[in-house]
């Protein structure tokens, strides 16, 4: 059985920081690239991080840029999201989502398997 669970999520003032993780079992989790999504309360879904299938190569939502990193540890089978000095517009379901190709992708269509979510809520 496939599944892809995130864990990490909660709630945190502005400026503090968050580790998002996403533990993926039942297909082989080197084999594809990855991306984290976030979807806001009536808001479109958007990609906010993607890694390829092997680690070297990232790209990240302008928003993110140069606060969020992200990244695999394959022989964990495993996806993380470090985000730093956040912000409450990133209040978001954050969500990962696996793609059976070596090179990332933005588009939701691209994707095969979806977590469940984990809530980042930022808030004074």
């Known amino acids: 059985e496939v599944q892809l669970v995130e864990s990490g999520g909660g709630l945190v003032q502005p400026g503090e920081s968050l580790k998002l993780s996403c533990r993926a079992s039942?297909?082989?989790?080197?084999?594809?690239?990855m991306t984290w999504f976030r979807q806001a309360p009536g808001k479109e879904r958007e990609g906010v991080a993607a890694?390829?299938?092997?680690?070297?190569?990232?790209a990240y939502l302008e928003a993110v840029k140069g606060r969020f990193t992200i990244s695999r540890d394959n022989a964990k089978n495993t996806l993380y999201l470090q985000m730093n000095s956040l912000k409450p517009e990133d209040t978001a379901m954050y969500y990962c989502?696996?793609?059976?190709?070596?090179?990332?992708?933005?588009?939701?269509?691209?994707?095969?398997?979806w977590g469940q979510g984990t809530q980042v809520t930022v808030s004074s």
């Open positions: 039942g297909f082989t989790f080197s084999g594809y690239a």
């Open positions: 890694i390829n299938s092997g680690g070297g190569f990232t």
């Open positions: 989502a696996a793609r059976r190709a070596t090179g990332y992708s933005f588009k939701s269509a691209d994707f095969d398997y």
